[in-house]
């Protein structure tokens, strides 16, 4: 029996030794780089000349402005997490002995959230939500390089977001070289990620490492906000075509005179009310929960148009894009509605109480999940 050669042995010896330092030095940088992924999230800003030691011993100072925003955050996220929780107790047996045992006596969501108080899932509904992923919107915009996943909820700043989004793929140095058209023609020319473009596993891994975005606004503010943009200040073709002649033949058949006059606020209610399909048919009224499916996806930063600029700014500086662009001051349209009085206004239009109970019934989970009230 030939012996091998001791040179042999020690060359497999060598190589095998020098697989193991390889691996042993990539799980490394790899735990290194997850750390400084970490501080890019939790922190804002890119991480640049990265110590060591900073690795084995680091205390990151947040400015007191994000430690505020944070806690606020922390108090929308658990809001939308119990509501949730709350939502499918109501609806059945098996979440609600889990939640009414959380929940202990005398506490409503709201306090919970104001006290600051994290509320856990039932362990099947995080299963249940993952499951879901291939299921999600594929409306969704998604940023691989700052690892961003956007919901745009349209009259919710939505124009300005994307303009983030086409400086932040490269194509655009500021928000200022944008106009109105440019998005058509970003979306055919560059071809916007969207999630539904990913596989089933590409997607899971994203929703689990990506800052998750979406912003908010009061329903009754971003309903009116469409309204007068579509149908009243700014009449929009495509939306007369699909509702102006179906509104205004149910609103008043008998009255032809009213015929070229502009649709009114009430009687665009009205049509919606009574056509529910049609409720939520349309991206620019249709509620939060169907738009984000916000009780499926784990939302990392839940803004609001009160705060639109600051909580905008912050999910800039949680992705380290805050170096290279700043959130347009105000809004492009001139049809937002933000002004109380305003509000009051076209609502003591709708003479109908039902039409407004109906409304309240339609968005009763976008009210109940974000914290805003009707009164």
Known sequence: MKTIPRCFIAV?????????????????????????????????????????????NHKAEVSQEDQA??????K??????????????NLGVRV???????????????????????FDEHPKDIWKRRAKYKFLSPELYVDDKYKLIYCPVPKVATSNWRRILMVLGGYFNNTNEITDDTWDL???????????????????????????????????ERLLSAYRDKFELNPDAVMERKYGTRIRIFAQP?????????????????????????????????????????????????????????????????????????????????????????VKKYFSDITKDWHISKLLDLFYLDFRLFGYSWK
Request: net charge positive.
């Open 12 to 56: 497999i010896i060598t190589t095998l030794f020098f697989l193991l330092a390889q691996i042993y030095l990539s799980n490394r940088h790899s735990r290194v780089d997850e750390f400084i992924a970490s501080r890019q999230f939790l922190y804002g800003g890119e991480v640049h000349d990265f110590d060591s030691s900073e690795y084995n």
């Open 69 to 74: 925003i944070r806690a606020e955050m922390r």
């Open 76 to 89: 929308r996220k658990t809001l939308l997490r119990c509501g949730c929780a709350e939502t499918k107790a």
């Open 96 to 118: 609600y002995n889990y939640f009414n045992s959380f929940m202990g006596d005398d506490k409503s969501c709201p306090k919970i959230a104001e006290a600051g108080q994290k």
């Open 186 to 220: 970003y979306v055919k020319k560059f071809s916007i990620k969207r999630f539904s473009k990913y596989s089933s596993k590409e997607r899971e891994h994203r929703l689990r490492t990506y800052t998750k975005v979406m912003f908010v606004r009061h329903p009754f």
């Open 254 to 342: 008998q009255l032809k005179e009213r015929w070229n006059q502009t649709i009114s606020f009430a009687d665009f209610v009205r049509y919606l009310v009574m056509h529910l399909k049609d409720f939520g048919a349309d991206h620019h009224w249709k509620s939060y929960t169907d738009l984000c499916q916000p009780c499926d996806i784990d939302y990392d930063i839940i803004g609001k148009y009160e705060t639109l600029t600051r909580d905008a700014n912050y999910v800039l500086r949680q992705i380290g894009a805050d170096d290279i662009i700043k959130f347009p001051e105000g809004d492009i349209h001139s049809t937002n509605t933000t002004q109380l009085d305003v």
